[in-house]
């Protein structure tokens, strides 16, 4: 199973980071040990002291007649190292150790199928943390929609049954600290409730 995750694919969030809004699709991946267990917890990596929530809506890759499709939709995490994230940009190095890590990467087990959503309807996602909002998006406020993504990164990869396509997070995105407890919801239904924690310390 693949993590294929798409990076500023909301233009506010691109601005509020101070990155120019992409022409094409900024593809990058996870391993599978980066996801987090679905009762959780977030376990803060000891390498950072700035890791942020980003609320991503997640789709699961299948087929149709042959044809690769986003089969199922749920919301999900991906967790950044930002001050990690940053040292890297700074010497053009890639983002693995900021993104990739152990720990960095959440899906919610609800999964409606693509069916199941009225058609010409946004899919609406939402962030809650210690019950505040804090992040809020659409799936009509991406970029690149979903069906244009599937067809970018097939150029470089070929997509499988089960792969994981986390397709970019709206503004919002801000820092995690040991006690905050972190709510994700679409379409109003309520799909996770995680608690976060310090990870064991190093050395």
């Known amino acids: 199973m693949k993590i294929v995750c798409i990076g500023r694919n909301y233009g ?45 809506l997640v789709f699961v890759i299948g087929r149709k007649n042959g044809k690769v499709i986003a089969d199922k939709a749920t919301i999900g995490l991906d967790l950044t190292a930002r001050d990690i994230q940053q040292q890297l940009k700074a010497k053009g190095l890639p983002w693995e150790k ?6 960095s990467a959440y899906v919610a087990e609800t999964r409606s199928a693509m069916e199941s959503f009225p058609a010409g309807h946004h899919i609406d996602f939402m962030l809650k943390k210690n019950g505040h909002e804090v992040q809020s998006g659409h799936s009509g406020q991406m ?16 997509l499988e049954a089960g792969d994981l396509l986390f397709t970019g997070t709206p503004a919002g995105v801000g820092p995690l600290a040991a006690g905050d407890r972190l709510e994700g919801y679409m379409l109003g239904e309520l799909l996770f409730d995680l608690n976060v924690e310090d990870g064991p310390s190093i050395g």
């Open 98 to 103: 900021a993104k990739a890590f152990d720990g």
């Open 143 to 158: 970029i690149f929609d979903v069906d244009a993504l599937i067809t970018h990164v097939q150029r470089y990869m070929a």
């Open 12 to 56: 506010d969030h691109a601005k509020e980071l101070g990155n120019a809004i992409p022409d094409e699709p900024v593809v990058f991946l996870k391993p599978e040990s980066a996801l987090i267990p679905l009762r959780g917890p977030i376990t803060l990596p000891a390498f950072s002291t700035d890791v942020h929530h980003e609320i991503e």
